[in-house]
């Protein structure tokens, strides 16, 4: 596999990304594992949601995915070449506590000591996510994030991966996209578990922060070498579609469900009252109890920012009328280009994201823990040519320097996604990857964006 030849050429404004911005790709354990009944794993709820009928596109579901679980070394060996420092992965929970609860088990926990000794071998540094959705379906049984016990079970789950990987993993993140896990899961059922219930999405968001807490404060407690701890949270610029009212009504509520709701509580140990008020509207309430905001409020180390778009919103509907329904806005198109997932570009938003976050919350140090995008890609003559997605990866890594001229304190980016990947309910319809994989065969091959990555990561280092 050739990957001499340079191709870079990029916007000039990525060059002051400074020499200790760090580089990535990230991935995630269902994405990309497979071996979903190997070695004691058992169920999480996407092996289940998968089983759904009219769920998932295909009826495709993760049980092979990339079969990473057998070809960790090779998939190690290609990260390091694309000359990345850091490797942003998920450890799969039924696979380390079957059922989620009661002891390790071993040899699923086995699979992931000797992937961070793999990525250390390679000079790449691991960088571990404790849950990226893939809940065991024992737990969900049992009421799911809905339920208080969940925080706890998450936390005495994290300190069994914690108690075995803390000698040799200096960055940790609880949670992946908790909006994703609350929202999606358990409101619109567009992802696993696949409930549409909108007060027990709102319980879910208490629990998931909770669980966030209780781990950090239990991993930092134990932790004997210097060890960061953080979060990470998908999040776009919201804007309102016109000066009306309506419309800057709209964006706040979508703001405070999608981002504030979970930054308020992180940082400053409280829900923002606007939000709070909303809910009362519909005779929600969030379930704290006293001393959970002061265990959600852990000292954050570092935000990890997930960013694929930003979105205009209204608060009327097509025909001019009121929306009247909360939590739903409607969203109005920029008009721009979009990606494979339907899903607008918008750069100069990711820029206004991590100049807003970081106003809003100074002092909070983020590392861009996801960013890509989907293309329709073509393996034709083993090459992929995906100059979109170099356009894209270039527009928003210059999004990123920009923001970081206005002051954000941004420290790292990591690449979505290492390699094409179980996509979740479009199944393996849209790819995202720097490597392109043939589910048939396995076979990975280097796309031109990966060249395209890699040799913008060696032009800034020889700097």
Not at 21 to 26: D, E, I
Request: one cysteine or more; hydrophobic letters at 40%; aromatic letters at 12%.
């Amino acid at each position: 596999m050739d990957i001499t030849a340079p191709i870079a050429a990029h916007d000039a404004v990525i060059d002051t990304l400074p020499a200790t911005f760090h580089w990535g790709v990230a991935t995630s354990a269902y994405q990309i594992e497979g071996a979903v009944a190997e070695d004691g794993r058992t169920a999480s709820i996407w092996d289940t949601y998968c089983r759904v009928p009219g769920m998932v596109h295909n009826a495709d579901h993760g049980d092979v995915a990339c079969d990473h679980y057998h070809r960790m070394p090779e998939d190690v060996a290609l990260i390091a070449a694309l000359g990345v420092d850091t490797y942003r992965f998920s450890v799969a929970w039924p696979r380390v506590q079957p059922g989620g609860k009661g002891p390790v088990n071993p040899a699923g926990l086995g699979f992931y000591d000797r992937l961070v000794d793999e990525l250390l071998g390679r000079g790449v540094d691991p960088w571990l996510t404790l849950y990226h959705w893939d809940l065991p379906q024992e737990l969900e049984d049992a009421g799911g994030w809905p339920v208080r016990d969940t925080a706890y079970r998450f936390a005495d789950y994290s300190m069994l991966v914690f108690d075995a990987l803390s000698d040799r993993v200096r960055t940790w993140t609880t949670l992946n996209e908790p909006w994703c896990s609350a929202h999606l899961g358990y409101y619109e059922g567009r992802q696993a578990p696949g409930r549409q219930d909108f007060p027990a999405s709102i319980n879910a968001v208490h629990h998931l922060l909770l669980g966030h807490g209780l781990a950090t404060q239990r991993m930092r407690e134990a932790a004997t070498l210097p060890t960061e701890f953080g979060i990470s949270l998908n999040m776009g610029n919201a804007t309102p579609a016109s000066d009306s009212l309506a419309d800057r009504e709209a964006a706040r509520r979508y703001d405070g469900l999608a981002r504030r709701i979970y930054l308020d509580p992180l940082v400053y140990g409280r829900y923002p009252e606007d939000v709070l008020s909303d809910l009362a509207k519909v005779n929600i309430e969030i379930p704290v109890l006293d001393g959970d905001l002061e265990i959600i409020a852990q000292p954050l180390d570092v935000l990890g920012v997930n960013y694929y778009s930003s979105a205009r919103y209204t608060g009327v509907d097509a025909e001019g009328y009121e929306l009247n329904a909360y939590p739903d806005e409607r969203v109005v198109p920029f008009g721009r280009p979009v990606t494979a997932m339907d899903w607008e570009i918008v750069p100069e938003g990711f820029t206004e994201l991590l100049v807003k976050i970081s106003r809003e919350y100074p002092g909070l140090p983020m590392v861009i823990t996801e960013n890509g995008a989907a293309f329709d890609d073509v393996l034709d003559d083993g090459v992929v040519q995906d100059a979109d997605r170099i356009a894209y990866f270039d527009a928003h890594l210059a999004a990123v320097a920009r923001a970081r001229q206005a002051g954000a304190d941004v420290r790292g980016y990591f690449a979505w996604s290492l390699m094409d990947n179980f996509e979740w309910s479009y199944g393996y319809a849209k790819r995202f990857g720097l490597i392109h994989v043939d589910y048939d065969t396995q076979e990975r091959t280097l796309k031109q964006s990966a060249r395209w990555y890699r040799d913008v990561i060696r032009h800034l280092r020889a700097r």
